[in-house]
């Protein structure tokens, strides 16, 4: 079975599979596993498959359009595509908004050959929890249905793991892409803020908000970033930085590492965490990293200013429709919306001031070391009882404690997760590989020296009713 974007491209290219065939792959698993799993809001299945029989002819009349050419993949719904609608999970969004276009990056993967399968279930708005209170399906994590998939790309990472595509989009203001592919065991990349245009995507953050890849490998998110980058005018925040993969060729010699500690080991840590995160580590330095601990400067009070900021530009969005359709929005988006009410202009003043001053301490860090290695999340996927009922033994605030991403959405450098192994219940671990701003490059290439010495991110969970072997 084919599993990553880099080996159907392969595949492809030496005839020994077809887009279509790939893609029909991809609709079988949904057939197989959407019902219980919840990937999508909407499935473009003629779409795809006229797409994908569009691919098998260019191909096969020579026109290569690159290494997305012909693969099925799933679109993030708060995401504008002009075949399908838009909804961001929510009863509250106009029907009208991003109706008949593409966001650039939409057109971007289109004009790169790409088979687009559907848009994927989230969050609503990007900043909810699960809930099964509204017309919408609840995302669940395939390697066990009884546990969250992490949000709030939720659908995104799901699909990759369940194999209903082989990579897709996703958003990231506090974590949002690097928490499904860790709860998920996919990888997944937030770009550098800039790098990727943002525009026509539902926003939830405008300082913060980066759209980017979910796939199974380092590897299939550079090809990825290689279509999304570049300038695009309709983003007022985008930059001229078009994307070249490095060469991977395993050798990290002379890459120095910044290995993370502090803030990342909490008491209430999985008990395979330490051992997981210091066998990924002895990995790096296998391949020839040199390895020294280090501090992530104003940790604590980057944390702060990603939950001031998110709160507050979300506010700012969605307040006139919370004054007049309360009701509409899921119980967990108002209890975040409201934050921003909370917030005064001082405080969100104050919270951009101190995020220049954290770029400024962090980007001197880097001048020290060219990667930074931590733990995504210091546990495997929650249960729903645990994060949805009253007692169930973790609640939100406490999960949100275990899980390092938002430091990151706060200085905007691009940070790759990839599966480092799993706990005793067999959901996966997860490692966060950083990098200075504009750093892809460092980080992907270790990602993918990483993945060549160990195999975390083509383990994929057994479908819903079939038996072990």
Request: negative net charge; charged residues 15%; glycine residues 10%.
């Amino acid at each position: 079975m084919i599993h990553t974007v880099t080996d159907a491209a392969a595949a492809l290219r030496a005839g020994a599979t077809t887009s279509v065939a790939l893609t029909e792959a991809a609709i079988a698993a949904a057939d197989r596993q959407d019902a219980e799993i919840g990937t999508y809001l909407h499935r473009l299945d003629d779409y795809a498959l006229e797409r994908a029989a569009e691919a098998d002819a260019e191909l096969a009349h020579g026109v290569d359009r690159g290494p997305l050419h012909g693969i099925p993949f799933g679109v993030k719904d708060i995401i504008a595509m002009a075949e399908g609608p838009t909804t961001a999970q929510s009863l509250v969004l106009d029907p009208a908004w991003g109706a008949g276009r593409d966001a650039p990056v939409v057109a971007r993967l289109k004009a790169a050959g790409a088979v687009i399968t559907g848009k994927t279930s989230t969050m609503e708005f990007a900043c909810g929890m699960p809930d099964d209170t509204k017309p919408f399906p609840v995302p669940r994590n395939p390697w066990n249905p009884d546990t969250w998939p992490g949000g709030s790309s939720s659908g995104t990472g799901s699909g990759v793991a369940a194999g209903m595509f082989l990579a897709g989009l996703g958003t990231d203001t506090a974590g949002s892409i690097r928490i499904p592919a860790a709860f998920c065991g996919v990888s997944g990349l937030m770009p550098t803020f800039g790098r990727v245009p943002k525009s026509g995507c539902v926003p939830l953050g405008y300082s913060l908000d980066h759209i980017g890849p979910l796939a199974r490998s380092a590897r299939d998110c550079a090809a990825v970033l290689e279509v999304l980058a570049g300038l695009d005018a309709s983003d007022p925040d985008c930059v001229d930085a078009p994307f070249s993969a490095p060469a991977f060729d395993g050798d990290l010699s002379g890459l120095r590492v910044g290995v993370v500690r502090e803030g990342h080991f909490p008491d209430h840590a999985d008990p395979a965490l330490a051992g997981a995160f210091d066998a990924a580590v002895a990995v790096l330095t296998e391949q020839g990293a040199t390895v020294v601990e280090v501090t992530l400067p104003y940790w604590h009070e980057m944390i702060t200013a990603d939950m001031v900021t998110m709160g507050c530009e979300a506010l700012a969005y969605h307040r006139n429709d919370l004054a007049g359709r309360w009701g509409d929005y899921y119980a967990a988006t108002r209890a975040m919306l409201v934050t921003g009410a909370m917030a005064s202009g001082a405080d969100y003043v104050q919270a951009q001031r101190v995020r220049r001053v954290a770029q400024d301490a962090l980007a001197r860090l880097f001048e020290t070391v060219d990667v930074i290695a931590a733990p995504t999340a210091a546990v495997g996927a929650p249960t729903f009882d645990s994060i949805t009922t009253p007692g169930g033994g973790v609640d939100v605030s406490e999960l949100f404690s275990l899980i390092f991403t938002p430091y990151w959405d706060s200085v905007g450098n691009p940070v790759l997760a990839v599966p480092m192994g799993f706990t005793a219940d067999g959901m996966p671990l997860s490692l966060q590989l950083a990098g200075p701003a504009f750093g892809e490059a460092a980080i992907l290439r270790a990602g993918d020296a990483f993945q060549q010495s160990t195999d975390w991110h083509l383990r994929v969970p057994r479908p819903a009713g079939v038996a072990a072997a």
